[in-house]
């Protein structure tokens, strides 16, 4: 590896909630004496930071001013290249607006898409952001649950979405591509046939791609946009560096629209706080990222996470029974259910969570996710912390068959 991903980063103090949670998002946090923290549950990394992106921050922090800017052309440039060379998408400069952060982008789009603030259709389990930012903007928000087929992995349910579309008259869908919390990565055919569907309806979408960067070994990205000409014409896409690179302290995040008239209009919306105005540094953190030097430490996060991901795999379904997990083919969620489990031993997820974050393991309750005797867990960890993590489980945590 060229870069360090092995680093334990002691972050107390950094400004940093990852492994320092308040009480507020509901993880208890005694541990135990022994067994130092391990954080797994907020969607950060616990690497060390990309060179190219602190080298090209500080740069612009040596230059003693920092006063009213315009976005300059290598910002453009660092897009455009990106999304050309990483997604095979041509985007124009003009088709690139900012946003600062994806779920404000979403609401921007989502005023213009049901300016009525009427039912908005997604899935579940669903991103605890796309939750709250719904309820606090009082959307109505219809659920079409993702379901495991045959091989255990999470799919759409077409039928059902259809007739929530119908029932609920919806005009307005978010797309999370690739999947928080699942880990899925839709494949072309699939966003094909969601497009073809909202197409039938004339549903319009957003689509998250947040984690469209961190795709798992054997996978690729496919933006929503591209997979029909409804699609490029109805979608909002929201991008941003928060998870590929861990920035999301910096905040920042820039949607691409090709429709024109939806553009101007969402632009509009999100003009209307007058807020929503980019910082120097994080369109610095942008050109650093987005470069040469950016790619190939993006590579090889991806090659990371894989193999963070097939010995956590590995272990949950060789380790502990009752469990199911599918295996994300992309972002660093893994999703776990505990249904069998808690059934088998009779142990009720509150206890669950607790004996797991008494060990040290910070994870998450998947019930805010709606997601039933489910826990999110963080694989973007050092690799040596994500074997001590499944150590302590085992040891200490999840009770063995014979015991
Ligand atoms: C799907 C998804 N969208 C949006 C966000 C939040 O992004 P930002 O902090 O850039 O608003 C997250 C963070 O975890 C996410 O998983």
């Known amino acids: 590896m060229r870069f360090d991903f092995e680093t334990v980063l002691d972050r107390t103090g950094k400004d940093s909630i990852a492994a320092n949670p308040s009480e507020w998002y509901g993880i208890n946090v005694e541990t135990r004496e022994g067994f130092p923290r391990i954080p797994m549950w907020v969607a950060d990394m616990d690497f060390v930071c990309c060179p190219a992106v602190t080298n090209a921050v500080a740069e612009r922090l040596r230059y003693p001013n920092f006063g009213y800017f315009e976005p300059s052309d290598a910002y453009y440039d660092a897009i455009i290249s990106w999304q050309r060379n990483r997604h095979g998408i041509e985007v124009k400069r003009e088709e690139i607006g900012y946003e600062g952060g994806v779920l404000g982008g979403l609401i921007s789009a989502l005023r213009v898409m049901c300016p009525d603030r009427g039912p908005v259709l997604l899935n579940s389990p669903t991103y605890i952001g796309f939750t709250n930012v719904l309820k606090t903007n009082e959307y109505q928000m219809i659920l079409s649950p993702l379901k495991k087929d045959s091989q255990g992995i999470w799919r759409m349910d077409l039928e059902d979405m259809e007739k929530k579309i119908q029932q609920y008259g919806i ?32 549903v319009q979408a957003v689509s998250d791609e947040i984690w469209s960067d961190l795709i798992l070994k054997g996978h690729t ?25 861990s920035l999301a302290g910096i905040v920042g995040s820039y949607h691409v629209i090709f429709n ?25 953190a942008v050109i650093g990222g987005l ?52 059934d088998r031993t009779g142990t009720d997820m509150d206890t669950l969570l ?44 999840f009770e063995k068959e014979d015991r």
């Open 171 to 202: 005009r307005a869908a978010i797309v999370c591509n690739p999947y928080n919390p699942c880990g899925r990565v839709w494949t072309r055919q699939e966003l094909k046939d969601m497009m073809d569907l909202f197409e039938k309806y004339g």
């Open 221 to 245: 990205h496919t933006p929503t946009h591209t997979v029909s000409e409804y699609a490029r014409m109805h979608t909002v896409s929201e991008y941003a560096l928060s998870k590929t690179f």
């Open 260 to 284: 024109k008239e939806l553009r101007d209009a969402v632009v509009k919306q999100s003009s209307y706080s007058h807020y929503n105005e980019m910082s120097v540094l994080w369109m610095h």
């Open 291 to 342: 470069s040469s030097e950016g790619a190939a430490w993006t590579d090889e996060v991806c090659q990371v996470l894989t193999e963070n991901i097939s010995y956590a795999y590995d272990f949950i379904t060789s380790h502990f029974p009752g469990v199911s997990v599918m295996k994300p083919e992309g972002t660093y969620m893994m999703f776990l259910d505990c249904t069998e489990y808690c």
């Open 354 to 397: 607790r004996k797991g974050v008494e060990y040290g393991v910070l994870w998450q309750d998947g019930r805010p996710f709606h997601g039933d005797h489910s826990i999110r867990m963080n694989l973007a960890v050092p690799f040596s912390l994500v074997k001590e993590a499944f150590d302590r489980l085992d040891r200490y945590v």
